[in-house]
């Protein structure tokens, strides 16, 4: 990753595929050339990593992480014969090195061979990158992450930069009961990440913390792991329409395409300045919560669809080989639009086309179909950090 690229897509070495006690002569400019790995060395690695982020020294750029990839043809480095990878290190120039200077990365994907498509530890994992600023909207996070769960998904990776006290607390409440997996992502102490998506207006070094780094790190930690992979935001939901919980939807979808690897998900934007009027879901007992109600929010805009219109996306991670945001860059398989009326996203943020009247919103109560289990849920996360009913 060079430093002064102003914020456009390629950021990271990402390691995708790069095997062990192999030593490796690469710079990532010369990406498609690379020359055959070396050997393992005689003594197992010195220094190993346990950052996350590892400069590699005398350059501009990062390692994050090692991953197998046994599914790319023109492969950017072989394993030699008689070598078990654990571990792989970057070497910048050709010639002797030193071993005890290098720093060695983890693969953190274990070898599969096939036999082992069928049984996945996690059928929906949910990929959030990247948490930063002292963001504390913990009545959204908690009822975003108990949606989650009523719907099927089994864990949340969360990217975490910083985040606001509240939040923390029950982020690592959730970390210690297993739902949510949080990976340090220091990114701040290395480079000067830009806070908003447009470079000519936010500046700094690298693009939204280098989000398109930490998503594609998800999908290859998640490879092996789970059948399904989100990609989307902390205050987005994908929500089936049609079905209980995203495995049914999921049958539905991969029955009428079977060869789809990527479903898009239409955002739907749902503007936190309208209430629902009666105040049925504004309970008393979220009252000292920081953060949005998303239960109050149920009036949405129709997207304009002759502008550009994101989505986000449930992918097959074993079909993914690099993903940008709102759309993947390069997969096998095919990329299908999920149509809105049998899944869409539901946004509760800042409203898009903030001239519309509620009148002018679809009522859209769709959050409320799971409110007997999602409220009791909410209250139990947030009662076992100590937030519930504090006012
Ligand atoms: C690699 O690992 C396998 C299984 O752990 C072992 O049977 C084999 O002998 C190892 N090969 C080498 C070269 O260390
Ligand atoms: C990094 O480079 C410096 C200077 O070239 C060297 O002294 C140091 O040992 C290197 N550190 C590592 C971890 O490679
Ligand atoms: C994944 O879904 C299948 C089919 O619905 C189910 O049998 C299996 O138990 C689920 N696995 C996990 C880890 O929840
Ligand atoms: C998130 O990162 C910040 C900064 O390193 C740390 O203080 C905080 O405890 C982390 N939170 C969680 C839940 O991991």
Redesign the pocket.
């Known amino acids: 990753m060079d430093k002064p690229m102003k914020s456009r897509g390629k950021f990271f070495v990402i390691l995708p595929l790069i095997f062990i006690c192999c030593i490796i002569v690469w710079t990532p400019k010369t990406y498609r050339s690379i020359p055959t790995p070396r050997g393992p060395p005689k003594a197992c690695p010195y220094h190993i990593s346990e950052q996350t982020i590892t400069p590699l020294n005398n350059t501009k750029h990062f390692q994050v992480s090692a991953y197998m990839d046994q599914r790319v043809k023109d492969v950017m480095c072989r394993i030699p014969t008689n070598c078990n990878a654990t571990h792989v290190t970057l070497q910048t120039q050709p010639g002797r090195m030193t071993q005890s200077d290098q720093i060695w990365l983890p693969i953190r994907n274990k070898k599969t061979n096939g036999k082992e498509e069928e049984k996945f530890q996690f059928n929906f994992t949910v990929c959030i990158s990247n ?1 930063f600023g002292d963001y504390n909207n913990v009545l959204q996070f908690a009822q975003t992450l108990e949606m989650y769960r009523l719907l099927g998904v089994d864990r949340v990776v969360i990217y ?4 606001g006290p509240d939040l ?1 607390r029950l ?2 409440s959730y ?1 210690q009961e297993g739902f949510v997996e ?1 990976v ?1 992502w ?1 990114i701040n102490k290395h480079m000067n990440p830009s806070r908003g998506w447009l470079f000519s207006e936010h500046g700094g070094d690298l693009h939204y913390f280098g989000q398109l780094t930490t998503l594609n790190e998800c999908i290859y930690r998640s490879m092996t792991q789970s059948r399904y992979v989100l990609l989307n935001d902390i205050d987005e939901i994908i929500m089936p329409y049609q079905h209980n919980n995203l495995m049914s939807l999921m049958n539905v979808l991969q029955q009428q395409t079977p060869n789809a690897a990527v479903f898009l998900i239409e955002n739907h934007i749902f503007p936190k300045i309208h209430f629902e009027p009666s105040g049925k879901f504004h309970l008393p007992q979220w009252n000292g919560v920081p953060g949005i109600n998303i239960l109050e929010h149920i009036y949405r805009e129709e997207p304009n669809r002759n502008i550009y219109h994101p989505y986000k996306m449930i992918v097959q991670p074993r079909l993914v080989e690099q993903t940008s945001v709102h759309e993947s860059l390069k997969n096998f398989g095919q990329r299908y639009k999920v149509p809105p009326d049998v899944c869409r996203m539901i946004h509760v943020r800042v409203a898009l086309q903030g001239g519309l009247t509620r009148e002018q919103l679809h009522v859209d109560k769709r959050l409320w179909d799971f409110h007997e289990k999602l409220i009791p849920s909410v209250d139990k996360a947030l009662k076992r950090v100590g937030l519930l009913g504090k006012s």
């Not at 975490?160 to 985040?163: A, E, H, M, R």
């Open positions: 948490l975490n930069t910083s985040c923390d982020l690592q970390s949080m340090p220091p």
